[in-house]
């Protein structure tokens, strides 16, 4: 991010201050700040140097890193007292009761460091803290990197001049950030501000960390998103070859009225046909010659016969033939449909692989550890009641098996996503405790970014595995569905 893109999302970020820490996970180098009080959340990408307000909720690792075991101690329960930038250099500092959490993206590799004064208590990546001017206005063309000089270039049809690129920068950011999302030959771009030179805006967002989510999303879940389109990949080249070996083979089954053609003329000029002939010439059905191949260690009889046999299994394949080429296409189809899914929302992959599996892909098998630490679903708690959210589709199947039958469950209605287990054990559920874990089922599917989403519940004594079904696949036999906008709510409970 550039300094002036930095000062955008600090200014989304500015309504946490003051609230407190609840969690700190680490997800890679990528650090993220859960609060409460108000509820919501901050990430730092100090790799792809980015910091800004977030509602992402990746699996975080059951045992945290070094560096997120520290700023827990450092860190949970205290209030966020300020949040300032170094001017609009790339630099900043985060304010608590007894330390500092500074954000440093100035260097060729970002760094977050964890200060008590002017003592260094642990930094992510090593060494130590650079000077920075904090507490300065600075001047706006100092934010200015590459990207903001080419949009205004774009722009003026010419390489602006200081003065302008100052006026720019003041200019886009006396507006409220909003949020662009643009696909380029560079990856996924989020801007606050529209980028005419970029095409048109694959999506829009109300708010700039919105698109920033979906750029932080994609990095964060495409490791394990790669491996499924490789998957994929791998079955689409395989069904395409079998639809060409199909393809030949209705070219061969067209023939089966030709082969019969041939052994009833064989069976009806018999006594014209020599005993161990290679060919024959023999008068067709409309008089003019026809010279037959046969086959001379066969008697002709039963070279007809076995043309006869032959003929059968040909008109039987062209009726069957044509179905199954259907069904090839259709699941071809189906896995480019999953495949440009997969490329905009990488957070699906777990919730895929059953669908995927009954597709023909075989999903990569993780390793003992990684199978130990995915296993634990993630744990909400909404009022009195624990909230189970599941992490794959197996992970789903499991919650359902393991659940008692009167507990609550929901899941995003007609689309893939997490399976959301209210454990009440018949329990009357309330009202704001149902929509809080509609809620999370929206969230954790593929309507992620939807205004409102149909949620089904229903106990899981009504849930039913049909024979055959993927992973995580059941029937309901009695629903109710209530609409939700997608979210979740983080709080020092959660």
């Given at each position: 991010?550039?300094?002036?893109?930095?000062?955008?999302?600090?200014?989304?970020?500015e309504?946490?201050?003051?609230?407190?820490?609840?969690?700190?996970?680490?997800?890679?180098?990528?650090?993220?700040?859960r609060?409460?009080?108000?509820?919501?959340?901050?990430?730092?990408?100090?790799?792809?140097?980015?910091?800004?307000?977030?509602?992402?909720?990746?699996?975080?690792?059951?045992?945290?890193?070094?560096?997120?075991?520290?700023?827990?101690?450092?860190?949970?329960g205290?209030?966020?007292?300020?949040?300032?930038?170094?001017?609009?250099?790339?630099?900043?500092?985060?304010?608590?009761?007894?330390v500092?959490?500074?954000?440093?993206?100035?260097?060729r590799?970002?760094?977050?460091?964890?200060?008590?004064?002017k003592?260094?208590?642990?930094?992510?990546?090593?060494?130590?803290p650079?000077?920075?001017?904090?507490?300065?206005?600075g001047?706006?063309?100092e934010?200015?990197?590459?990207g903001?000089?080419?949009?205004?270039?774009?722009?003026?049809?010419?390489?602006?001049?200081?003065?302008?690129?100052?006026?720019?920068?003041e200019?886009?950011?006396?507006?409220?950030?909003?949020?662009?999302?643009?696909?380029?030959?560079?990856?996924?771009l989020a801007?606050?501000?529209?980028?005419?030179e970029?095409?048109?805006?694959?999506?829009?967002?109300?708010?700039?960390?919105?698109?920033?989510d979906?750029?932080?999303?994609e990095l964060?879940?495409?490791?394990?998103?790669?491996?499924?389109?490789?998957?994929?990949?791998?079955?689409?080249?395989?069904?395409l070859?079998?639809l060409?070996?199909?393809?030949?083979s209705?070219?061969?089954?067209?023939?089966?009225?030709?082969?019969?053609?041939?052994?009833?003329?064989?069976?009806?000029?018999?006594?014209?046909i020599?005993?161990?002939?290679r060919?024959?010439?023999?008068?067709?059905?409309?008089?003019?010659?026809?010279?037959i191949?046969?086959?001379?260690?066969?008697?002709?009889?039963?070279?007809?016969?076995?043309?006869?046999?032959?003929?059968?299994?040909?008109?039987?394949?062209?009726?069957?033939?044509?179905?199954r080429?259907?069904?090839?296409?259709?699941?071809?189809?189906?896995?480019k449909?999953?495949l440009r899914?997969?490329?905009?929302r990488?957070?699906?992959a777990?919730?895929?692989?059953?669908?995927?599996e009954?597709?023909?892909?075989?999903?990569?098998?993780?390793?003992e550890?990684?199978?130990?630490?995915?296993?634990?679903?993630?744990?909400?708690?909404?009022?009195?009641?624990?909230?189970?959210?599941?992490?794959?589709?197996r992970?789903?199947?499991?919650?359902?098996r393991e659940?008692?039958?009167?507990?609550?469950?929901?899941?995003?209605?007609?689309?893939?996503g997490?399976?959301?287990?209210v454990?009440?054990?018949?329990?009357?559920v309330?009202?704001?405790?149902?929509?809080?874990?509609?809620?999370?089922?929206?969230?954790?599917?593929?309507?992620?970014?939807?205004?409102?989403?149909?949620?089904?519940?229903?106990?899981?004594?009504h849930?039913?595995?049909?024979?055959?079904?993927?992973?995580?696949?059941?029937?309901?036999?009695?629903?109710?569905?209530?609409?939700v906008?997608?979210?979740?709510?983080?709080g020092?409970?959660?």
């Open positions: 991010m550039e300094g002036i893109e930095l000062q955008a999302a600090l200014r989304e970020a309504g946490f201050r003051g609230a407190r820490v609840a969690k700190v996970h680490q997800v890679g180098e990528v650090v993220f700040l609060l409460f009080s108000p509820p919501g959340a901050l990430v730092i990408d100090p790799l792809d140097k980015a910091f800004h307000r977030t509602e992402l909720r990746p699996p975080a690792p059951e045992h945290p890193p070094a560096f997120a075991a520290l700023l827990r101690r450092h860190l949970r205290k209030p966020l007292l300020s949040l300032e930038q170094a001017g609009f250099d790339r630099a900043l500092r985060l304010r608590f009761p007894d500092d959490l500074v954000v440093d993206f100035r260097p590799r970002g760094n977050l460091f964890l200060l008590k004064g003592a260094l208590l642990g930094a992510l990546a090593g060494g130590t650079s000077p920075a001017e904090w507490g300065r206005d001047d706006p063309l934010g200015i990197g590459p903001i000089r080419r949009a205004l270039g774009a722009r003026l049809g010419r390489s602006p001049t200081e003065e302008e690129l100052r006026q720019f920068a200019e886009i950011l006396a507006e409220r950030p909003r949020g662009y999302l643009y696909r380029t030959s560079r990856g996924t801007s606050f501000f529209p980028r005419p970029l095409g048109n805006a694959e999506e829009e967002f109300p708010h700039y960390f919105q698109a920033l979906r750029v932080r999303e964060l879940f495409l490791g394990d998103a790669r491996e499924l389109v490789r998957g994929i990949r791998d079955a689409i080249r395989r069904k070859r079998a060409e070996k199909i393809e030949g209705l070219e061969e089954a067209r023939r089966w009225e030709e082969l019969k053609l041939k052994a009833d003329l064989i069976l009806t000029r018999l006594h014209d020599p005993r161990g002939a060919e024959a010439e023999v008068g067709g059905f409309d008089g003019a010659p026809v010279v191949t046969l086959d001379p260690a066969v008697p002709p009889q039963e070279y007809a016969q076995r043309l006869y046999a032959r003929a059968r299994k040909l008109r039987r394949a062209l009726e069957e033939l044509p179905k080429k259907g069904t090839l296409e259709e699941e071809i189809e189906e896995l449909e999953i899914e997969l490329e905009k990488p957070y699906l777990p919730y895929l692989e059953g669908e995927l009954a597709l023909g892909v075989r999903p990569p098998r993780a390793g550890a990684e199978r130990k630490e995915r296993a634990r679903p993630r744990e909400f708690r909404v009022g009195d009641f624990r909230v189970l959210v599941g992490r794959s589709a992970e789903n199947e499991r919650l359902v659940a008692h039958p009167r507990d609550l469950w929901l899941h995003a209605r007609g689309i893939p997490a399976h959301v287990i454990k009440c054990a018949g329990r009357a309330p009202q704001e405790v149902l929509e809080e874990a509609a809620r999370l089922a929206a969230w954790h599917s593929k309507a992620r970014y939807d205004t409102k989403v149909a949620v089904t519940y229903t106990e899981v004594r849930l039913r595995k049909p024979k055959g079904a993927p992973p995580g696949a059941f029937a309901v036999y009695k629903e109710q569905v209530i609409v906008r997608p979210g979740e709510e983080d020092p409970g959660n």
